[in-house]
Structures are given as structure tokens and as C-alpha cells.
């Protein structure tokens, strides 16, 4: 069966919840390769990539733009090994449903799963497998190591995923599955249709002023989710 779909998930309160294992890792990971954490115990995380978050845990501490990006394949590695180190320390956890729905989608011969995260590359698979996932489950993505602002990330997991499918995704076949305002807008890069849940810090009310396409309080209902991932309607709650 051709791939006629691409389904791209956020991860970070989206498909787990790191449950403060990323902030303690990002913490130790900054203080030892740029010799400070800055603001990182401070700055929001949700909705930024990682790249992001070091810029503005970072730059404000006098660290400049060009040394943070001169050092951001260290940076990788470092925070990489920290959250390895740590996460057993800490309660991750699979959202509601999200088992079952990656389970449901990768059933359908016609879907190319993917992630559009904030987190940088390394630290994907270490938060996937804690939360039960198979990270070879996602094939396709863009990450927090390929750009400091989330917009930056759809247009290259939509670039990736056409050539590892060797189609053409309309707009309409593209779907963004995220819990921030960051993860609606960012869609808007590729008129993506956008599913908001709010299983992060946001509420389904904060979530409907960003106008996703639909929005849940979580993805435990299944057969609802499938619905509005493949079928046009009326909105979800």
C-alpha cells in the first residue's frame, strides 16, 4: 500500500510525560560545557526547541549566540549522557492513549510516522524507550538540533519524509499532533492541519485560541482520535 499520510508528534507532553528529567539534564549539561546553566532553572521549556532554550538560558549568563552554536553538537552529546545518567531517577510516563494510537496508525499501511520535538537528537531515544515506545517506530523528523525556532522544523520534516516516501504530501495529508500553542503555530509553515491535546501544561481553552484544526483533552479515545486525524468534521473535545 503507498503512504499517502505523514503523521508528525510532538513528544515532551505530547506522547510522554519526562516528568522533570529533561530540565535536570539540561541544567547539568549547560553548566558543564558552557560553565553556567544560566536561566535554565527559570525559562519556560514548553513549546522551544532545545536550541532555543539555550539561547535564552544562555545569552542573558553572557554566553553569545555563536558560541552556543559552535558548541551545540557538544552540547548533544553532554546533555545525551546526563539524561541517560538521570532518567531512571525520575516518573516518565506514556500519555493516555498514546500507546495505543502510535499502535493503531503504524497498523495502517498508507501512514509515515514522524516527530517534530523540540529535543535535541540524542535525547529522543532515551525519552522513548523510558516511556515504552520503539523509537525506530518514527522514521522521519525534524528535531531541536536543527533549528533554534519550532517553525524551522516542519518544512524539514515534510522535506525528509517526501524523500523517504518518494511522494508528495498535500497539506491536507499532513497532520501535527502537539500540547503547545508552539506546536499549532508551528504547522502553520506547511498548512499542516494541526491537533492539539492537553496533556502538557495547556488547556483544551488555552489550546482553541491557537486555532488548531482539533483539539482533545487527551488521546485516550482512539477511535476519536483516528477520526479526526483521517476525516474531515466538526471539531473534537
Not at 43 to 51: E, H, L, N, V
Not at 65 to 79: D, F, K, M, P, W
Not at 103 to 114: H, I, N, P
Request: proline share 6%; glycine share 10%; charged share 20%.
Amino acid at each position: 500500500m503507498q503512504v499517502e499520510w505523514l503523521v508528525l508528534f510532538d513528544i515532551d507532553g505530547t506522547l510522554l510525560n519526562s516528568g522533570g528529567s529533561g530540565r535536570a539534564a539540561t541544567r547539568l549539561a549547560l553548566e558543564e560545557v558552557f560553565g553556567t546553566p544560566g536561566a535554565a532553572d527559570t525559562i519556560a521549556f514548553a513549546g522551544k526547541t532545545d536550541w532555543q532554550i539555550a539561547l535564552e538560558a544562555l545569552e542573558p549568563a553572557g554566553v553569545s549566540r555563536a558560541e552556543i552554536e559552535a558548541r551545540l553538537h557538544i552540547y548533544n552529546e553532554v546533555v545525551t549522557r546526563h539524561l541517560t545518567a538521570i532518567i531512571d531517577q525520575f516518573p516518565v510516563r506514556a500519555c493516555p492513549g498514546t500507546h495505543a494510537l502510535v499502535d493503531a496508525l503504524k497498523a495502517r499501511g498508507d501512514v509515515l510516522l514522524g516527530l517534530v520535538t523540540g529535543n535535541m537528537t540524542g535525547l529522543i531515544p532515551v525519552k522513548l524507550r523510558r516511556a515504552g515506545f520503539d523509537p525506530d517506530d518514527f522514521r522521519v523528523g525534524a528535531f531541536g538540533s536543527d533549528g533554534w525556532e519550532r517553525p524551522m522544523l516542519p518544512p524539514l520534516a515534510l522535506k525528509r519524509a517526501e524523500a523517504l516516501a518518494g511522494v508528495s504530501f498535500p497539506a491536507e495529508r499532513v497532520v501535527i499532533i502537539g500540547d503547545t500553542p508552539g506546536d499549532v503555530a508551528c504547522a502553520q509553515s506547511i498548512r499542516a492541519r494541526t491537533l492539539a491535546v492537553a496533556t502538557g501544561p495547556f488547556t483544551t481553552e488555552q489550546l482553541r485560541t491557537c486555532n488548531p484544526t482539533y483539539v482533545f483533552e487527551s488521546l485516550a479515545d482512539t477511535p476519536s482520535v483516528l477520526r479526526a486525524i483521517f476525516e474531515d468534521g466538526a471539531r473534537a473535545v
